[in-house]
């Protein structure tokens, strides 16, 4: 089954595809990058009751790769803006919300990763993940750990959560 993450920490990877050939191998830093999100589709009872789409309405991010000691890529930041239109497919019933607000994410040896983020997150939650089945807006800090199956569990959170799957359906 198709994979879905948060939609900003999917940015984050899907930027991983670009990554720019000069790295900075003294376990640094590069450069900052422009990126873009892609929308992203869940179907019905992935996430929500219904089929769900996120996709950006207006975005200006940057992504930056970590690079360890032998020039490999071990972790990445991302900032900037992302405003982005949630809509239940079925219903046509929309929002438009800004998840905006810089994020780490660290690649863990066992091939797991921790997502840390400040400002506004929205995270796709599957059947296997924890909490299960929510499409939840979470504004603030959040800390999110990613298994090496993909399953995501939420780590802790401060700040307001809204469930987009109740607010859409």
């Known amino acids: 089954m198709k994979r879905f993450a948060a939609l900003f ?12 050939t000069a790295a900075a191998d003294d376990g640094s830093y590069g450069p900052w990058e ?11 009872g992935v ?3 219904f089929e769900v ?12 790769y970590h690079y360890d000691a032998a020039g490999n890529i071990d972790g990445y930041q991302a ?3 992302l405003i982005a239109r949630i809509t239940n ?11 905006s607000g810089p994020g780490t994410v660290t690649f863990n040896p066992d091939g797991s990763y921790d997502a840390v983020v400040a400002g506004g997150f929205l995270v796709f939650f599957l059947g296997q993940d924890n909490p299960a089945h929510q499409l ?5 800090a959040t800390v999110l750990h990613g298994a090496p199956s993909g399953a995501k569990t939420l780590v802790s959170h401060e700040g307001t959560v809204e469930n987009l799957c109740d607010t859409l359906g």
Do not use: H, M
């Not at 422009?34 to 019905?44: D, R």
């Not at 939840?136 to 603030?140: D, I, N, R, V, Y």
């Open 9 to 20: 920490v999917s940015t984050l990877a899907l930027a991983l595809a670009g990554v720019a």
């Open 34 to 44: 422009p990126t873009y999100q892609g929308a992203i589709t869940a179907p019905a």
């Open 47 to 49: 996430v929500c009751s």
């Open 53 to 64: 789409t996120a996709e950006p309405v207006r975005e200006d991010l940057s992504v930056r």
């Open 79 to 81: 900032k900037g803006q």
């Open 89 to 99: 497919t079925e219903t046509g019933a929309s929002v438009v919300r800004n998840l």
């Open 136 to 140: 939840l807006l979470l504004s603030g």
